[in-house]
């Protein structure tokens, strides 16, 4: 118990580098989610592009990381763009259940494109600093400040733009009623169009900072917790993910690490805590912890 | 806006054309062989590898292997004067694909015997209907399920986890003189082999697994991280680490941001450049069991048989390619010298049966993985004395100690 309690900042901080990652997906399932009412299942590929392009850019074509990380996030949000006005606008008079089934297909095609043009199992990122930090009992690398700082910035900025500009308001309004807004003159096409923009662009971001290794496969594992963190923060609220995140991230360290030290259970599927979660959180509180539209009501 | 939606259908079309296009790859299979000095009837051989997907890195310098080693044979007469043809097919790290190109291969082509495949997946499906058809099959694949059930018709060139973790567990106890292991390993196939052999081995070293932790594949680093703090909980004397990349260079990496100063040892899967491109500084003073051709200048005597065979290899290889031989050649080139050895003793009219018992009866051939010994109960072929233990330093392979 005593090791249990020793090892414990280093589970925390671990698990707080993850949540933060798992924000970042969250919060695009979220912001799609409230524009279109699509759970879109390719959120997890635009992280792996996210990672990918960093790497193109960096160590293929040599530009300097912090060009390279703007690049990278820019041209993943063309990407979204590009797959909202390619496939989701074209099916804007179809069901939101034929969308959804879409964005797999596009998830498939995406991890395709990635194994296509980047088929080893794993690419090096460089990091922004290299190196790391060590107190007692607890050790981070140096990206781990990156990491913290970037998600709190893009939860700030996404919080900014929320509530004090016109699209993202126009945006809440579409999540309220899609109709009622459409009806007093937002286009709420656009809307769409913004919400897979900005998603992409937060994936991205997730995919980025995840260094040092980015590979094709990676966009499955990071949207399934990034969807969990969703569902678990409460679906639809955009900060709900924020809560999402940082209890699935924190819980996934440390609960195995309780197991294997306290109870002598080596465990080597700490997916499945965040699949015992997703399915606790749906049983017992299927709207979330902070549930489904706080945001609105402020 | 009607037609916006068209021209938007339209790209749609073309993109979904293109990603198939992109899939699916070439189809058919490519022939290589026939010509040089050999005049009589060819011997087909069928090669099924990945030469795209994840096990692109493996196929690639298997296929390359496998077409030297056919050009040269030809050129010098090839087999009785029976040139050897291969057909190659790509099942793309595929298990589907792998098993129509082992029927097509069977059925078509009248192969008297099957090379393939890379990974153990597309191996084990391969293994299906060569074994129902009673034709040989030499894979590349060290997946210790694929020795499972009926192994009549099966036989292998690389050395499995149970070489390897013989080696490892001996350098450990003999070299480094330590007792606490803590073991780390990948959750996947190849990652659970070596769980499996290394715990029941252990004790025969006088050895104990003080922690073992699994790990996935997809782990970030903090989640890596977290694992690597479970296991030193224990107090281990060494750390072990059996998984493929990335992982295991996270862990290393992870170890000097942490001051962790216990000796790594990884397993024959890291025996690649890519390892110490992962790791970077990180990967110095790292060990691990490996085939002898990694290192073969430094650990075989000059002007032995072994030495001279894997230095002929390395040359003509060279030569044609213009890069260095590495493990996965070394597969490649044994598969296919174990067949064509066993039909220079059997004859070029045997028949898939008749190769079949010669290949069972391969004693002491010298190859590039190590000596092959095939028996009715084994047919792996190598021993733990194939292998040599390698240590990384300064960015380079050294024979360790």
Not at chain 1, 71 to 90: K, T
Not at chain 1, 196 to 221: K, R, V
Request: overall charge negative.
């Amino acid at each position: 118990m005593l090791d249990f309690w020793r090892n414990c900042p280093q589970y925390l901080a671990n698990g707080l580098a993850n949540g933060c990652l798992y924000i970042l997906v969250a919060m695009g399932f979220n912001i799609i989610y409230n524009s279109t009412g699509i759970i879109n299942f390719a959120q997890g590929e635009f992280s792996m592009f996210g990672g990918l392009f960093a790497y193109a850019l960096t160590v293929s074509a040599g530009l300097p990381i912090p060009l390279a990380a703007i690049l990278a996030v820019l041209s993943v949000a063309l990407l979204g763009g590009l797959m909202e006005r390619l496939i989701i606008n074209p099916l804007r008079r179809s069901s939101v259940i034929t969308a959804i089934i879409a964005t797999i297909g596009a998830s498939i095609f995406f991890k395709s494109l990635g194994r296509v043009i980047w088929p080893l199992e794993a690419y090096k990122v460089p990091e922004f600093t290299p190196g790391n930090i060590s107190l007692p009992g607890v050790t981070v690398s140096r990206q781990f400040l990156w990491v913290f700082a970037l998600t709190v910035a893009s939860v700030s900025l996404v919080y900014v733009f929320f509530n004090r500009t016109r699209a993202g308001k126009a945006m809440r309004a579409c999540s309220v009623n899609r109709q009622a807004a459409s009806l007093v003159g937002i286009d709420v096409f656009r809307m769409s169009l913004y919400s897979f923009l900005l998603a992409a662009a937060l994936g991205g971001a997730a995919g980025l900072i995840s260094a040092p290794y980015a590979s094709y496969g990676m966009g499955l594992e990071l949207g399934v917790k990034g969807f969990t963190a969703a569902v678990v923060g409460g679906l639809g609220n955009v900060f709900g993910a924020v809560v999402g995140g940082l209890v699935l991230g924190v819980l996934e360290e440390l609960i195995p690490g309780f197991l294997h030290i306290v109870l002598g259970i080596s465990t080597g599927y700490k997916g499945a805590v965040a699949a015992v979660i997703l399915i606790a959180v749906l049983l017992f509180r299927p709207q979330g912890i902070l549930g489904k539209g706080m945001v609105e009501k402020v | 806006m009607c037609g916006m939606r068209k021209a938007a259908v339209f790209l749609l079309l073309i993109l979904l054309v293109a990603s198939l296009c992109i899939l699916s790859g070439c189809g058919g299979g490519e022939e290589v062989g026939e010509g040089g000095k050999a005049t009589k009837e060819p011997i087909k051989i069928g090669v099924i590898l990945s030469e795209s997907g994840p096990n692109e890195p493996l196929g690639k310098p298997e296929r390359n292997a496998i077409e030297l080693f056919v050009e040269r044979l030809n050129e010098s007469g090839g087999i009785d004067g029976h040139s050897v043809k291969v057909i190659i097919k790509d099942d793309q790290s595929d298990s589907n694909k792998a098993q129509q190109a082992a029927i097509e291969l069977l059925e078509q082509e009248d192969v008297v015997a099957i090379i393939g495949s890379s990974g153990t997946g597309p191996t084990l499906a391969i293994k299906q209907e060569a074994s129902k058809r009673r034709v040989p099959q030499v894979c590349m694949a060290a997946g210790a399920n694929i020795m499972e059930g009926d192994i009549t018709w099966i036989f292998r060139t690389p050395p499995t986890a149970t070489e390897a973790g013989k080696k490892a567990l001996e350098y450990i106890s003999e070299g480094l003189k330590v007792k606490r292991v803590g073991l780390l390993y990948d959750t996947n196939p190849f990652g659970t082999d070596g769980k499996t052999v290394l715990e029941k081995l252990a004790p025969d070293y006088g050895l104990e697994m003080v922690a073992s932790e699994g790990y996935q594949s997809t782990d970030t680093e903090e989640t890596i991280d977290t694992h690597l703090t479970n296991v030193m909980t224990y107090n281990p004397e060494v750390i072990l680490v059996w998984g493929t990349n990335p992982a295991p260079a996270i862990i290393a990496k992870k170890m000097k941001d942490k001051g962790i100063d216990l000796p790594y040892v990884g397993s024959h899967g890291i025996a690649n450049q890519e390892f110490i491109k992962l790791a970077g500084d990180a990967a110095e003073g790292v060990v691990f069991p490996a085939g002898k051709i990694l290192v073969y200048e430094k650990v075989l005597e000059p002007g032995s048989e072994e030495y001279e065979f894997i230095r002929e290899f390395a040359q003509a290889y060279r030569s044609k390619y213009g890069i260095e031989i590495n493990t996965f050649a070394g597969h490649g080139w044994d598969a296919i010298l174990i067949i064509t050895e066993a039909l220079k003793r059997v004859g070029p009219d045997a028949t898939p049966e008749e190769l079949r018992d010669e290949i069972e009866r391969t004693q002491g051939l010298i190859g590039a993985d190590g000596v092959f010994n095939y028996s009715p109960q084994d047919h792996n072929g190598l021993s733990p004395e194939d292998l040599v233990m390698v240590k990384i330093v300064g960015a380079k392979w050294e024979p360790a100690e």
